[in-house]
T-cell receptor
Framework: DGGITQSPKYLFRKEGQNVTLSCEQN?????MYWYRQDPGQGLRLIYY???????QKGDIAEGYSVSREKKESFPLTVTSAQKNPTAFYLC?????????????FGPGTRLTVL | GEDVEQSLFLSVREGDSSVINCTYT??????LYWYKQEPGAGLQLLTY?????DMKQDQRLTVLLNKKDKHLSLRIADTQTGDSAIYFC???????????FGSGTRLLVRP
């Protein structure tokens, strides 16, 4: 089955630790995205990548880092510099093209900082 | 600037129609989307509309776009308990791959 997987589903971290969230897609999509969702708010874009080995900052990139070494994978690292990391993190991918360019979302990772 | 606004909550009785509203500020938006999110899950695209259209219908879903007022609505006919979820409106400019999301409307369908 084609789709986007994120792991783990739940993640707990102590303050001061870096943690990496996994996102993998087998849809052969060029573009991948990371969003953060807080209660009662819409999604905010952290980083996005349109091609391997290239990525751009979104609206709230501070305290986060990404890599795009393979087309299928776009891991997100939440660093200790992120002051309020507890949130629900969603990864998405899309075909770069015209038209509706639907973004397909993964099931999300809920990160809690203890 | 870019801003998308939605009301936070809507409650309807099963079998009634639901109308979820959204306003946006950027007149250069070319695509407008409706996504559905069930508890603890990712977002699922329901439908989208191109900015040169006024209406789009897909089974129980009807999207209306008033470009002059920058107002978008999603009507769900014969609402079912399985439609209970959070619905997000989002806009995208043709020059950008970035989606701007509203804060979501929580739809509760009462039996």
């Amino acid at each position: 089955d084609g789709g986007i997987t994120q792991s783990p589903k739940y993640l707990f971290r102590k303050e001061g630790q870096n943690v990496t969230l996994s996102c993998e897609q087998n849809l052969n999509h060029d573009a991948m995205y990371w969003y953060r969702q807080d209660p009662g708010q819409g999604l905010r874009l952290i980083y996005y990548s349109q091609i391997v080995n290239d990525f751009q900052k979104g609206d709230i990139a501070e305290g986060y880092s990404v890599s795009r070494e393979k087309k299928e994978s776009f891991p997100l690292t939440v660093t200790s510099a992120q002051k309020n990391p507890t949130a629900f993190y969603l990864c998405a991918s899309s075909v770069l093209g015209q038209g509706g360019d639907e973004q397909f979302f993964g099931p999300g990772t809920r990160l809690t900082v203890l | 600037g870019e801003d998308v606004e939605q009301s936070l909550f809507l409650s309807v009785r099963e079998g009634d129609s639901s109308v979820i509203n959204c306003t946006y500020t950027d007149s250069s938006s070319t695509y407008l989307y409706w996504y559905k999110q069930e508890p603890g899950a990712g977002l699922q695209l329901l439908t989208y509309i191109f900015s040169n259209m006024d209406m789009k219908q897909d089974q129980r879903l009807t999207v209306l776009l008033n470009k002059k007022d920058k107002h978008l609505s999603l009507r769900i006919a014969d609402t079912q308990t399985g439609d209970s979820a959070i619905y997000f409106c989002a806009e995208r400019m043709d020059s950008s791959y970035k989606l701007i999301f509203g804060s979501g409307t929580r739809l509760l369908v009462r039996p």
